[in-house]
């Protein structure tokens, strides 16, 4: 059964850093292009970073350039979200999505292109 779990989550203060990671099973994550979004309360969920199947492509939104960075290792299935520099405006649950393509070097921007989703991790950035 294809499965997506989020962890690294936590209460950061403002400043701080925390890594997430999206570990998949029951599919090899090679085929798969992967997506980080979030969502805050009463708001849109919205995309923060994907990466391509082959970790060449990647992108941002905006408000997390320069301070937000995605890796994958497909040996250990699992893709990360790097977060430094954290804001306030950072809360949010953090999801990650996982779609399958042919395409190496794809990155998906939208949350409609993917097909299977994790429960979602919860970050705070407080002090």
């Known amino acids: 059964q294809l499965q997506l779990v989020e962890s690294g989550g936590g209460l950061v203060q403002p400043g701080g850093s925390l890594r997430l990671s999206c570990a998949v099973s029951?599919?090899?994550?090679?085929?798969?292009?992967i997506g980080w979004f979030r969502q805050a309360p009463g708001k849109e969920r919205e995309e923060v970073s994907c990466?391509?199947?082959?970790?060449?492509?990647?992108n941002y939104a905006d408000s997390v350039k320069g301070r937000f960075t995605i890796s994958r290792d497909n040996a250990k299935n699992t893709v990360y979200l790097q977060m430094n520099s954290l804001k306030p405006e950072d809360t949010a649950v953090y999801y990650c999505?996982?779609?399958?393509?042919?395409?190496?070097?794809?990155?998906?921007?939208?949350?409609?292109?993917?097909?299977?989703w994790g429960q979602g991790t919860q970050v705070t950035v407080s002090s």
């Open positions: 999505a996982a779609k399958p393509t042919f395409k190496g070097n794809v990155c998906y921007g939208l949350k409609k292109e993917y097909d299977y």
């Open positions: 029951g599919f090899t994550l090679n085929y798969y292009a």
């Open positions: 990466i391509s199947r082959s970790g060449g492509s990647t």
